[in-house]
Structures are given as C-alpha cells and as structure tokens.
Nanobody, 125 residues
Framework: QVQLVESGGGLAQPGGSLRLSCAPS????????MGWFRQTPGKEREFVAT????????VYGDSVKGRFTISRDNAKNTVYLQMNSLKPEDTALYYC??????????????????WGQGTQVTVSS
C-alpha cells in the first residue's frame, strides 16, 4: 500500500544539475520524516539528506553538503532533492525513503521503513 515513486534521474554533465522528485502514497505524508539515500554496486547505501515533518530542519551527508538541497511540499505530497555542481562520484541509484514513526535515526537506513525503487543518476562527460 505504501509507495514511493522517484523521478527526475538521468544523465548530467559534471557541474550540471538535476532535480529528483518523490511522490509518496499510502500514508499521511506530513507526519513523517523523509530521506534520500544513494547506492552504487558493491557499496553500502549512503545517507544523502533528511528532512523533518514540517521541512524546517534538514541534515546532509558530508559528501553533498553545499551542493544538494532537500525540500518538501506537504500540500503537494512531494519530496525533492535539488542536486547542483554534480560530480562523477554522485553517480548512483537514488532512493526516497519514509522515516519510521518516532525514530531518532535520521541519518541511518535503519531509521526508514519504506523505500522507493530508485532513480538512476549518472554524471559523466
């Protein structure tokens, strides 16, 4: 019943930008923390960004600070990840995730209980 559908991935040049969107359904969106993670083959899932219920507080992984921005529009039931100044090492499958009720693990995968299928981001010239 819970679904998280990511979109907006694709090919970008180094230094370019992409904006990912996540359209969730099956739960009361405004009641939950949301997050973005990414993963490449052979590596553990990496924390990218998280946002609280109202959107007033955000936290970013060290590798994306200053370049990526997470936001949410509770009226539109959508989470965004604006990615600027893209680097080849940003190439990954990006996942939108729903936070567990009451979790304090905002930067850990264990703090999320539902995941989208992912959208591929490739940064290459």
């Amino acid at each position: 019943q819970v679904q998280l559908v990511e979109s907006g991935g694709g090919l970008a040049q180094p230094g370019g930008s992409l904006r990912l969107s996540c359209a969730p359904s099956g739960f009361t969106f405004s009641h939950y923390r949301m997050g973005w993670f990414r993963q490449t083959p052979g590596k553990e899932r990496e924390f990218v960004a998280t946002i609280n219920l109202s959107g007033s507080n955000t936290v970013y992984g060290d590798s994306v600070k200053g370049r990526f921005t997470i936001s949410r529009d509770n009226a539109k039931n959508t989470v965004y990840l604006q990615m600027n100044s893209l680097k080849p090492e940003d190439t990954a499958l990006y996942y939108c995730a729903k936070g567990r009720m009451g979790t304090i693990l905002g930067q850990a995968a264990a703090g999320y209980d539902y995941w989208g299928q992912g959208t591929q981001v490739t940064v290459s010239s």
